[in-house]
């Protein structure tokens, strides 16, 4: 009676361990096929949008002869307040898979208009100065910040506070300007998808392995 007492102590404490490590497999099951399914939902936009360009800022450069060397910076914007007459950004990207395991997002964006003339007279009055100096001489540039290290221009990126930025020339009589931006990334789908796949063997073989044990416990008593 005793030896029985002991075993039947024994086997409850296999059965509660048992059913802590079935809640355990379940629990990461379900924890994957939640990320599995978030990650299904937040899929990047894919289009067109149109948006105006604006003077981000102006850096100087002042010489002894007086002379004020100015690089001015475009950016996009969609704030209607900031933008340049006369000038339109037209923005396409889209996503393209790669292979199985790997897409890429690519990222194409047209300006047209006389994008020089007009950056350099949209330039307020304060903007066209600096220690009472008017600027003579002015660089135009279009800028694109990014957080991203792994985008991929037409110039190389420089890194910047809070990410990385392409700064790309544009000249006096340039009516028009075209770059194209690509970033590679893993297909996490894919990832969750095998994550899940190996969860669910792994319920499997557990599951089985459980049952079988409780067969050789009924037949032990």
């Known amino acids: 009676m005793r030896r029985k007492s002991l075993f039947g102590y024994d086997m409850m404490k296999a059965q509660r361990r048992n059913r802590a490590l079935i809640l355990v ?7 994957t096929l939640s990320t599995c399914l978030l990650s299904a939902c937040n899929q990047e936009y894919e289009g067109d949008k149109e948006y105006g360009v ?4 102006v850096e100087y450069d002042k010489y ?11 950016g996009l914007t969609s704030d209607d307040s900031k933008k340049i007459e006369g000038l339109t950004a037209n923005w396409h990207y889209e ?35 600096y220690e ?3 600027y003579n001489t002015f660089e135009v540039y279009f800028e694109y910040a990014t957080i991203y290290k792994s985008m991929k221009g037409e110039i190389n990126r420089k890194k910047v506070d809070g ?14 300007f ?11 789908a894919i990832w969750y998808g095998l994550l899940v796949a190996f969860a669910v063997s792994i319920a499997i073989v557990v599951i089985a392995l459980l049952l079988a044990r409780r067969k050789q416990y009924a037949k032990a008593e």
């Not at 690519?106 to 307020?124: D, R």
Request: aromatic letters at 16%; glycine letters at 4%.
């Open 25 to 31: 497999v379940l629990t990461i099951f379900v924890m």
């Open 54 to 57: 604006y003077v981000s800022r």
């Open 64 to 74: 002894e002869d007086n002379t004020v060397y100015a690089r001015v910076y475009l």
């Open 95 to 129: 996503k393209r898979k790669l292979n199985a395991f790997k897409f890429g997002y690519v990222y194409c964006l047209e300006i047209v208009g006389s994008i020089f003339s007009a950056a350099v007279g949209a330039l307020t009055q304060e903007q066209r100065y």
């Open 132 to 134: 009472e100096t008017e």
């Open 163 to 176: 990410g990385y930025a392409f700064d790309f020339a544009i000249e006096e009589t340039q009516q028009e």
């Open 178 to 188: 075209h770059t194209t931006l690509t970033i590679d990334t893993q297909n996490s």
